[in-house]
């Protein structure tokens, strides 16, 4: 069964950085996409940033050029750099992977990130 395993959340001042860290393991097939949700309480979950198995890259709009996104070369972890937080991004981060041939994403259980002002 796939796992995923996050790290990287933390309290963080507003205007700081942090870096979140996603590995997934016991993968049975390619990868079609990895990436990365938040949710903060009382929204819905939304798309902070996604990268493909070939390297294309998508933001949600509320993060662009602040955070951005990597791959290992040839490992199954995912990073988010997150640089000038706000108070705004303060939610619980949800990594997931979506494989190939396979309709639905796997979830890890998420890490938390707080950002005060």
């Known amino acids: 069964q796939v796992q995923l395993v996050e790290s990287g959340g933390g309290l963080v001042q507003a205007g700081g950085s942090l870096r979140l860290s996603c590995e997934a393991s016991r993968i049975p097939i390619k990868i079609n996409s990895m990436g990365w949700y938040r949710q903060a309480p009382g929204k819905q979950r939304e798309l902070v940033a996604a990268i493909t198995d070939g390297g294309t890259t998508d933001y949600g709009d509320s993060v662009k050029g602040r955070f951005t996104i990597s791959r290992a070369n040839g490992a199954n972890t995912v990073y988010l750099q997150m640089d000038s937080l706000k108070p705004e991004d303060a939610a619980r981060y949800y990594c997931?992977?979506?494989?190939?041939?396979?309709?639905?994403?796997?979830w890890g259980l998420g890490t938390q990130v707080t950002v005060s002002s």
């Open positions: 997931y992977v979506r494989l190939v041939g396979n309709p639905g994403s796997i």
